[in-house]
T-cell receptor, first 120, second 115 residues
């Protein structure tokens, strides 16, 4: 069974500083995907970044980068130049390999989340 | 805007009642996933449909059921509601499993309150 662990219930960062949110995972599948989602206080789930298990390079999307260490089974999210609007809950998630012969993607398994607070 | 719509946004009902949550996936997406987010259980996968067929089941109670219609919209039916069913219910959609990330696009959620 897949498992995602986020060990930081809460993190604080000063505006304009960088912050790293930790995520470790466990799976026996050789093919998987790792995602980070942001959930602001309004409740919606916003996709931030994706890393495939076979990707050689770390994923980057604007101020977000994913520090993927496959041997250690970690997929930490790095947010550079934090902004007040980054204050939210952040979820790490893992997608199963495709099911039913590759015709559909599998479910997401989520970690417990990390609440990030950005101070001015 | 993710392109996934969910109705209603809020739902308040009493114990023992039955409700239906509706979801329309992004145009072209064949897969629909339902998730439940509660304070004690976190975000949990309930069920997945692909092109009208049930594809995977998670921690879905027997009192809950879902279906995906020919136009690809999906409904989650919750019956004999209990206080513990109060949660935020998300629908998400993704494209088919032929390359790509399999990113799931989430709807805004339906917040269910059972009194």
């Amino acid at each position: 069974a897949q498992k995602i662990t986020q060990t930081q219930p809460g993190m604080f960062v000063q505006e304009k500083e960088a912050v790293t949110l930790d995520c470790t995972y466990d799976t026996s599948d050789p093919s998987y995907g790792l995602f980070w989602y942001k959930q602001p206080s309004s409740g919606e789930m916003i996709f931030l970044i994706y890393q495939g298990s076979y990707d050689q390079q770390n994923a980057t999307e604007g101020r977000y980068s994913l520090n993927f260490q496959k041997a250690r089974k970690s997929a930490n999210l790095v947010i550079s130049a934090s902004q007040l609007g980054d204050s939210a809950m952040y979820f790490c998630a893992m997608r199963e390999a495709s099911n039913a012969g590759g015709t559909s993607y599998g479910k997401l398994t989520f970690g417990q989340g990390t609440i990030l607070t950005v101070h001015p | 805007d993710s392109g996934v719509t969910q109705t209603p946004k809020h739902l308040i009902t009493a114990t023992g009642q039955r409700v239906t949550l509706r979801c329309s996936p992004r145009s072209g997406d064949l897969s629909v996933y339902w998730y439940q987010q509660s304070l004690d259980q976190g975000l949990q996968f309930l069920i997945q449909y692909y092109n009208g067929e049930e594809r995977a089941k998670g921690n879905i109670l027997e009192r809950f059921s879902a279906q995906q219609f020919p136009d690809l919209h999906s409904e989650l039916n919750l019956s004999s509601l209990e206080l513990g069913d109060s949660a935020l219910y998300f629908c998400a959609s993704s494209d088919h499993g032929q390359g790509g990330s399999g990113e799931q696009f989430f709807g805004p959620g339906t917040r269910l309150t059972v009194l």
